[in-house]
Antibody, heavy 122, light 108 residues
Framework: QVQLQESGPGLVKPSGTLSLTCAVS?????????WNWVRQSPGKGLEWIGE????????YYNPSLKSRVHISIDTSKNQLSLNLNSVTAADTAVYYC??????????????WGQGTPVTVSS | EIVLTQSPGTLSLSPGERATLSCRAS???????LAWYQKKPGQAPRLFIY???NRATGIPDRFSGIGSGTDFTLTISRLEPEDFAVYYC?????????FGQGTTVEIK
């Protein structure tokens, strides 16, 4: 059974860089699928951040975050990473990683980590 | 960018009642890339419906999805206590995923 586990600092200073990792167990991250980051700010809905192909060849970002975000994949560690720079209080959220898999050609996020809370504050 | 608008914002119902949740896209989308998720406080989102009408693994048959083009619906035929939560629709188009703002199904 595939499990995803996010980790990283729970507190980041304004204008700093938010860096998170998502460790994948029970499956090889490089074999197939796409891997995503999603966040939920307090009292708000879900916001897609971006996704990366299993081999790292293709990456797509939310246009509203594209100038500040970078997603990468480390197949040797079976994990993906998120870097978000120039953070402000608006980036305070619970951050989730999720697997995007095709089911008979229909893509959806079928596996999620438990999420890790990040607060941006001095 | 395609915007998904969910309605109503909040649905107040009693256990055993029927819930009908709407998700409208700002332009026509492929139903094959429309999904529904359940979200409870402190928990990760959970996939319930993919491809507009296909139940994910382990999802009971009281949940059903239908729709095409710009209008999609999630129906819960008889609400169970564990069904009270927030539901989000999601779509994929032109290399971008977007979520609706969510519908809260609360106990009346």
């Amino acid at each position: 059974q595939v499990q995803l586990q996010e980790s990283g600092p729970g507190l980041v200073k304004p204008s700093g860089t938010l860096s998170l990792t998502c460790a994948v167990s029970g499956a090889s991250i490089s074999r197939s699928d796409w891997w995503n980051w999603v966040r939920q700010s307090p009292g708000k809905g879900l916001e897609w951040i971006g996704e990366i192909e299993h081999n790292g060849a293709t990456i797509y970002y939310n246009p509203s975050l594209k100038s500040r975000v970078h997603i990468s994949i480390d197949t040797s560690k079976n994990q993906l990473s998120l870097n978000l720079n120039s953070v402000t209080a608006a980036d305070t959220a619970v951050y989730y990683c999720a697997r995007d898999r095709a089911h008979s050609g229909r893509w959806a996020f079928d596996n999620w980590g438990q999420g890790t809370p990040v607060t941006v504050s001095s | 960018e395609i915007v998904l608008t969910q309605s109503p914002g909040t649905l107040s119902l009693s256990p055993g009642e029927r819930a009908t949740l709407s998700c409208r896209a700002s332009q026509g989308i492929s139903g094959s890339q429309l999904a529904w998720y359940q979200k409870k406080p402190g928990q990760a989102p959970r996939l319930f419906i993919y491809g507009a009408s296909n139940r994910a693994t382990g999802i009971p048959d009281r949940f059903s999805g239908i729709g095409s083009g710009t209008d999609f619906t999630l129906t819960i035929s008889r609400l169970e206590p564990e069904d009270f939560a927030v539901y989000y629709c999601q779509q994929y188009n032109s290399s971008v995923w977007t979520f609706g703002q969510g519908t809260t199904v609360e106990i009346k």
